[in-house]
């Protein structure tokens, strides 16, 4: 390394200017990769896709109004309701829970299934697959930019509505706990890369969709209420939304010994479930990927500009 | 737009090019009879039909044709991003439908107009998100970063947001970013679509610079603009209605047009016209040039005659034949063809008129219907001074 003039460092190898960086003899030679260097490209490809994201939450301030105080709002008129039925208090620990779930939802449902979609109207998709990485290298930095700045979101809502509203949670399995949270949001996103390749095809109706599948899943993941009340439909969402089957998981561990509506698994089979979730929804979003990419190359559907 | 670009050090790396050299290379890109349908209401559209071409490595290839020829479809295919309908398209020896991961390892791609990464991010970042991508170490990502938005001379941009360039600002940071990963083939849609002239001429001398540094790169460049290609280009395609109508050097091409040399000259005055000019040895035509019968400083009129050679050399026996006449010679002009005139010449209409009504997208020649010529739509545009006298 050299040090410049201007504080900045360049690179001493032989033969290299601006316009030489990796000297190879040629095309063959640089096209055979290793696999080392296969997998490097595709974790440096997760940090450097998750980087906008993160940088993002410090540059974009507008999440604090958009994402956190407006979501702790509709949280506080469940609370009030509650506080007016005059229902257990362990209800506004619920009410409270799924309002910090919330922003991981609406992360996976705009941010992630929508995002491949914006990226080719961006003129980025076509970018992304014109480069060596694996599109799933994409996906995942995406993921886990999200899961950051979800996180981040999510974290504000359950401190300020926790402190606001007095919440005490009992937790006695505090690994399980973690553990159906991390699960929660692998089957979260999981959901999230296969709807990404599914909305790439469905173009312009995937927004449409997703403002579709917002307030039902909402509704049925039981975001403000335990979602035993709503009988055989909760056993269903169980078997199928990441979001209903975490939350009552969740709910059932942060609020230990509390009187909880019978009728869902225990936290551990819930657990199961959502392990499953994972390598479904992954195995899953890697077909569809595969599958569409080939799809998208055969139909021109990679780029809006196509001749 | 900020100025040139910095200078930096072009030297070919001297042990890259005898190796490059030492081993045979396979065709940089090596096409043989694609088509490519794209099916959309009301009738599918046959954007290429039947194109084969063969790059060699280390060219400057062109494809030249007006809006919908089908140069995007062609390089689409060659980036990995579409899939023929029928043929075979190879890049250094990789199969495009099959191997793509090697092709996306050596080549990268720039477009006119591209709008692409995220407005929150600067210029650095940008460019080290797809670095990223590419496999460069993160501290080298950065380096590169910073060395390249030297060579394509954005420094003073370096730590601003995209959202805020200019577009020829976001042009050289588009370029900046395909020439992260040191690509062996760099593919080039219109590249200077809606830049000025500054920019547009920036952008030509990076590509330059770049191809020079290292023997074997090569560069595929779509244009509609000939300027560009007839500087750029060691060989190119005219390219319409999915097919190539020609391909050679911008000199083969224009060569193709010009059978004759033609001169236009300003003489002082011409006692007994042009008709003595006209049985002179190689003469095939001369003609007083309509309207261009001018006053000079001193009130005197000039006589503008166009003459029509059978080549050059015979242009000595004028000027002889034009002394003993008295006249002396106030300028010379040779007109010579462009690649414009190639192109209506092939096809039978310039590049921004728009196609007949019959002339649907189906492919067929339209040589067939329009015959050659029209050529005086350029003449301004082709004339071009090589020696003025007097």
């Known amino acids: 390394m050299t040090a410049r003039a201007d504080g900045r460092r360049t690179l001493d190898r032989p033969g290299r200017t601006a316009f030489v960086y990796r000297p190879t003899a040629s095309p063959q030679e640089a096209a055979a990769w290793t696999r080392r260097q296969v997998a490097m490209t595709n974790l440096r490809t997760v940090v450097g896709r998750a980087y906008p994201r993160i940088i993002g939450l410090r540059r974009d301030k507008s999440w604090v109004f958009f994402e956190v105080l407006l979501p702790f709002l509709a949280t506080s008129a469940f609370v009030f309701v509650y506080r007016a039925l005059q229902a257990p208090p362990q209800y506004i620990g619920f009410v409270v829970l799924g309002g910090a779930m919330t922003a991981f939802w609406l992360n996976v449902i705009w941010m992630m299934a929508q995002q491949l979609w914006w990226e080719k109207s961006q003129g980025n998709l076509e ?31 359950l401190v300020i509505a926790t402190t606001v509203y007095n919440v005490s949670f009992s937790v006695d399995q505090w690994v399980l706990l973690i553990g159906v949270f991390l699960l929660t949001l692998g089957a979260l996103y999981g959901l999230g890369m296969m709807l990404a390749s599914l909305f790439l095809m469905w173009g312009r109706e995937a927004w449409h969709l997703t403002q579709l599948l917002v307030e039902p899943v909402y509704f049925v993941s039981g975001l403000n209420f335990p979602i035993a009340r709503l009988g055989v439909l909760g056993s269903v969402a169980i078997s199928i939304l990441p979001l209903a089957v975490g939350l009552d998981a969740m709910r059932q561990l942060a609020f230990a010994g509390a009187a909880y509506p019978i009728g869902t698994p225990s936290p551990a089979i819930e657990a199961l479930i959502l392990g499953a979730m994972v390598v479904v929804f992954l ?20 780029s809006v500009r196509w001749q | 737009m900020s100025g040139s670009p910095a200078p930096t050090t072009f030297a070919p790396a001297q042990s890259a090019a005898a190796r490059f050299a030492a081993r045979a290379q ?53 980036t990995t991003l579409l899939l023929p309908s029928e043929g075979t398209a190879r890049i250094f020896g990789f199969d495009v439908e099959r191997q793509t991961r090697q092709i996306r390892r050596i080549m990268n791609m720039v477009a006119g107009g591209e709008q692409s990464g995220y407005g929150i991010l600067t210029v650095r970042e ?12 993160a501290r080298d990502g950065w380096n590169r970063v910073d060395e390249l938005i030297d060579a394509v001379g954005l420094d003073e941009q370096r730590e601003q947001r995209i959202s805020t360039l200019s577009t020829g600002q976001r042009q050289k940071m588009n370029f900046a970013r395909g020439l ?49 290609a007839d500087e750029l280009c060691d060989r190119l395609a005219i390219v319409d209605h999915g097919r190539i109508l020609a391909l050679g050097t911008p000199d083969e091409l224009k060569r193709r047009v010009q059978r004759e040399s033609v001169f236009r000259l300003e003489l002082d005055r011409l006692d007994g016209g042009v008709g003595g000019l006209r049985s002179l040895p190689g003469v095939v035509s001369a003609a007083l040039a309509v309207g261009d019968q001018t006053a000079r400083g001193d009130g005197r009129q000039t006589v503008a005659i166009n003459l029509a050679l059978v080549d050059d050399g015979a242009l000595g026996g004028v000027v002889g034949a ?9 300028a010379l002009r ?56 007097g």
């Open chain 2, 334 to 389: 040779k007109s010579e063809p462009s690649l414009e005139d190639v192109f209506v010449e092939l096809v039978g209409r310039g590049f921004d008129e728009d196609r007949p009504a019959d002339d649907d997208q189906d492919g067929r020649d339209s040589r067939d219907r329009h015959g050659p010529g029209n050529q005086g739509s350029t003449d301004e545009a082709r004339e071009r001074e090589v020696e003025v006298v």
């Open chain 1, 283 to 302: 195995v899953l979003a890697r077909w569809t990927l595969l599958v569409l990419e080939r799809l998208a190359r055969s139909e021109g559907r990679l």
């Open chain 2, 180 to 228: 992260l990963n040191d690509p062996w083939i760099f593919f080039l849609d219109e590249p200077t679509l809606g830049l000025d002239v500054a920019a547009a001429r920036a952008v030509r001398e990076l590509v330059l610079a770049w191809k020079a540094a290292v023997p074997g790169r090569t560069v595929l460049l779509t244009t509609h603009y000939m300027a560009e």
């Open chain 1, 127 to 157: 970018l992304y697959f014109a480069a060596p990485m694996h599109i799933m290298a994409v996906l995942f930095g995406m993921a886990f930019g999200g899961f950051v700045m979800s996180s981040t979101r999510a974290a504000a809502v």
């Open chain 2, 126 to 137: 940008q460019l080290w998100m797809f670095s990223q991508f590419y496999g460069l170490p």
């Open chain 2, 26 to 78: 396979p065709l940089a890109i090596d096409v043989r009879g694609i088509r490519r349908v794209y099916k959309v209401k009301p009738k599918p559209v046959v954007a290429l039909d039947g194109v084969d071409l063969a790059v060699e490595p280390g060219e400057f290839f062109g494809l030249l044709g007006p809006n919908g020829a089908g140069k995007t479809t062609l390089i689409k295919i060659l």
């Open chain 2, 322 to 330: 034009l002394g003993g006449l008295g006249a002396h010679i106030l």
